[in-house]
């Protein structure tokens, strides 16, 4: 039994409270919705990179190429902030997602 929801420092972020009945139980259901500033949302443009992809040999070999193809490419930008932001990142992303695709397929 529940009587009580302890939230420490969440309850000045607390936007609503419901409680839901039903008809199987006699329990109900409390929902709470959290508005947390600053957090990052998860979704299509949240991304999170497997990590254990680092520890693949071959994956690590193939980086070590990638890495020196988008490293040749800073001269086409105007400072390494604006080529960090516009190329590096992106490629990094897209390579490790190519990455963790190919490997997941072999599994199956």
């Not at 040749?72 to 930008?77: F, G, P, Q």
């Not at 080529?83 to 990455?99: M, P, T």
């Amino acid at each position: 039994r529940i009587d009580r929801m302890y939230t420490k420092n969440l309850s000045n972020y607390v936007k609503d409270v419901k409680v839901k009945h039903t008809n199987i139980s006699d329990h109900s259901c409390v929902i709470v919705d959290i508005d947390i500033p600053n957090t990052p949302k998860n979704g299509p443009y949240y991304w999170k990179m497997n990590t254990s992809l680092l520890e693949n040999k071959n994956i690590k070999k193939d980086f070590i190429l990638e890495w020196v193809n988008i490293k040749n490419s800073i001269s086409k930008y105007e400072n390494i902030n604006i080529w960090w932001e516009l190329c590096a990142k992106k490629r990094i992303k897209s390579f490790f997602i190519r990455k963790s695709k190919e490997l997941n397929q072999q599994k199956y």
